[in-house]
Nanobody, 123 residues
């Protein structure tokens, strides 16, 4: 199983970025992909997840209304559209897959992880 994130970078406060997570190495049609982030000195935080079979989603309060998670099953890719970015959104962003399809923001329920992509929000 392999997950590859892309789309990170440096952005000014109020700006937008779109992250991609492309999955490979498994044949499940039903699974959940989540985005997590970790800032220096802080615990890893689950921020958004999507069940790719029905596109049901869940968001953390910290990003609800600003971030949008979506999926393109033809490309085995999940996106995270991030708007109105704030300095506190800075961190290393990871995607992870739950092959049991459970919609959850609990990192313990995720089986495989990408290596992460850095987001820095700064003027």
């Amino acid at each position: 199983v392999q997950l590859v994130e892309s789309g990170g970078g440096l952005v000014q406060p109020g700006g937008s970025l779109r992250l991609s997570c492309t999955a490979s190495g498994f044949s499940n049609s039903y699974y959940t992909i989540a985005w997590f982030r970790q800032a220096p000195g802080k615990e890893r935080e689950g921020i958004a997840c999507i069940d790719v079979s029905d596109s049901n989603t869940e968001y953390a309060d910290s990003v609800n209304g600003r971030f949008i998670i979506s999926n393109d099953n033809a490309r085995n890719t999940v996106y995270l559209e991030m708007n109105d970015l704030k300095p506190e959104d800075t961190g290393l962003y990871y995607c992870a897959v739950n092959l049991l399809q459970d919609l959850s923001l609990n990192s313990k329920e995720y089986d495989y992880w990408g290596r992460g992509t850095q987001i820095t929000v700064s003027s």
